[in-house]
């Protein structure tokens, strides 16, 4: 399972967020979308770590929770839904 982190300030780092996340458990991976044409944070993140209990504690306890002046939204990551525009691309339509 892997942990979407919502609403997340734009000064937020990758070792801001394994702080905060490593009080609930070890950390696989941390992913911060960068837009691609500025670089900049896009706003959210996510996080993978070893055990999904872990990750729960870590949902239950954050979700809503106020961070560098944010309140986040924190829940398990869905997979990305594809697009018919998305797919055509891809099959060389």
Known sequence: MTIYIGNLSYRATEEDLRQVFQEYGTIKRVVLP???ETGRMR???????????????????????????????????????????????????
Not at 52 to 68: F, K
């Open 34 to 36: 960068t837009d691609r």
């Open 43 to 93: 706003g959210f993140a996510f996080v993978e770590m070893d055990e999904d209990a872990q990750e729960d504690a870590a949902i239950s306890e954050l979700d809503g929770a106020d961070w560098m002046g944010r309140q986040l939204r924190v829940n398990k990551a869905r997979p990305r839904e594809r697009d018919s525009k998305q797919v055509v691309r891809q099959s060389g339509f």
